[in-house]
């Protein structure tokens, strides 16, 4: 059973269904915990040929409807959270530096059912390996700090390239738009297609190009869409880049310029959504 199934289910049985009372909002804990997932795959850092270390302390901003929804149960799912990281590492074999946080924060620029995932690395007395360690607040002082999104003050020199036998697609310096994205199996076709408003649109050529332009690959009709708006890009794994759009574009719950796109990802342009499917076979 995957990671986030078993996360969703442990949700299930808390507080005789309060969660699936407050959790109507539009963001779900189902999607702040892939983020979580995807946050700690973008910032996996090779330090030796045993150790990749990903941060361990997370901060969640909500727009001011859904935090105000979710705060009262922040503690509770702060800690679902921090288990579902450190389950997912134990299966990564990923390693920490200290113990695993995840806080909620309200930010006034975001919109109901938007969410910004910000990460940093706290360094402890001792160093954390997956699935060990103190948590809350008896955890030992953090000796070092780093900023979010930058390695801790106490890092080692960082090798200028992974070591033999280091793990595959990770570098010293990670893609943060494509580290730890999952591949198809070896040798397998896969069928890559968008659905919008129900149409399926088949990709079969390697870069797929959405617009309001008669030009664009496959034509939305939303004043919200810029002529060129967006362009998908085929590959292992599939890629979306914005094309210097008016509005941007907001994947998975997140304005970005560029994102990995996984089976499932839900694009949003003006106010038009666009589901990406992909399967083997």
């Keep these: ?44 850092t090779i330090w030796n040929r045993e150790r990749t270390v990903v ?43 200290g113990p695993i946080k995840v806080h909620l924060e309200k930010a006034d620029d975001l919109d109901t059912g938007l969410y910004r ?33 930058q390695p801790p003050a106490a890092a080692p020199p960082m090798p200028s390239a992974p070591p033999p036998g280091g793990r595959p697609g990770l570098s010293a310096v990670p893609d943060r738009s494509t580290a730890g994205a999952p591949g198809p199996m070896p040798g397998a076709q896969v069928r890559r297609w968008i659905e919008i408003n129900g149409t399926r649109h088949q990709i079969s050529r390697p870069t797929l190009v959405l617009g309001r332009s008669t030009d ?22 599939s890629t979306i880049q914005d094309l210097g759009s008016t509005n941007g574009i907001v994947v998975d719950g997140q304005h970005t310029t560029r994102a990995t796109l996984r089976d499932g990802s839900r694009i949003v342009v003006g106010s038009t959504t666009i589901v990406y499917r992909q399967a083997e076979g």
């Design 216 to 237: 664009a690959d496959v034509r939305i009709d939303d004043p919200g869409v810029s002529r060129r708006h967006c362009e998908i890009r085929t590959g292992t794994p």
């Design 55 to 97: 941060p361990n302390d997370f901060i969640v901003e909500l727009s001011a409807p859904d935090y105000e929804r979710l705060s009262p149960y922040s503690g509770q799912l702060g800690d679902e959270l921090a288990g579902l990281v450190r389950d997912y590492a134990k299966q990564q074999r990923y390693t920490f530096m």
């Design 117 to 149: 995932v910000r990460s940093r690395t706290l360094a402890s007395s001792t160093s954390q390996t997956p699935g060990s360690g103190p948590q809350g607040s008896d955890a030992p002082a953090p000796a070092a700090r780093g900023g979010y999104g």
């Design 1 to 44: 059973m995957g990671v986030l199934k078993r996360f969703e289910q442990r949700l299930e049985g808390l507080v005789n269904g309060t969660f699936a009372k407050v959790f109507k909002s539009e963001v779900q804990p189902v999607e702040i915990a892939g983020a979580l997932q995807r946050e700690c795959d973008n910032n996996a």
